[in-house]
């Protein structure tokens, strides 16, 4: 790839839409369990342009062990989480048609929006996905590839691990360095 080319490729990218995001739930399976609370940060390239964030009243108890994760209450959710049918009409009108970034989200955070978007029998979504575990795999070198330690492989601080807001922040962190690496390094 020619410099032109190389800085053609990257100036595309200030100028694309891209909403990073994650999600604590009540579980692992994307089926039975809950969605709790949505992050979510939209970016124009670099630039933070919008934040979305909401917690979501659990229908079902939430375990000590999922507590302990995310220190995510019931009592606390119940009264302060909204209907998860009102959070997701928001969040898809906040990420609209722009490309969704997440750390395993392709595996994760993606299968919970789209089985509840289901569930509710709201539209299939079908915004392009960029998963930042796949791609810090594809260009990095790292003992593990968890958040944590991909942020730290950048000089980033993972503070307030599975929360959501702090986890989109590090992760559109995140992404930043790994686009840089993937439209700027030499191809020959």
Known sequence: MTKTEQQDKYKKFLNTDFTVFDLETSGLDPVKDEILEIAAIKMRGEEIIDRFESLVRPTKAITREVEKIHGLNEVYLLVNGRDLGEVLADFTSFIGESIVVGHNI?????????NSLKRLTKPVLNNKIIDTLELSRKLLSLPRYNLSTVSQNFGYEHKDAHRAMPDTEINAKVFIELMKLLLTKNKE
């Open 106 to 114: 392709r595996e994760f955070d993606w299968l919970f929006i789209l």
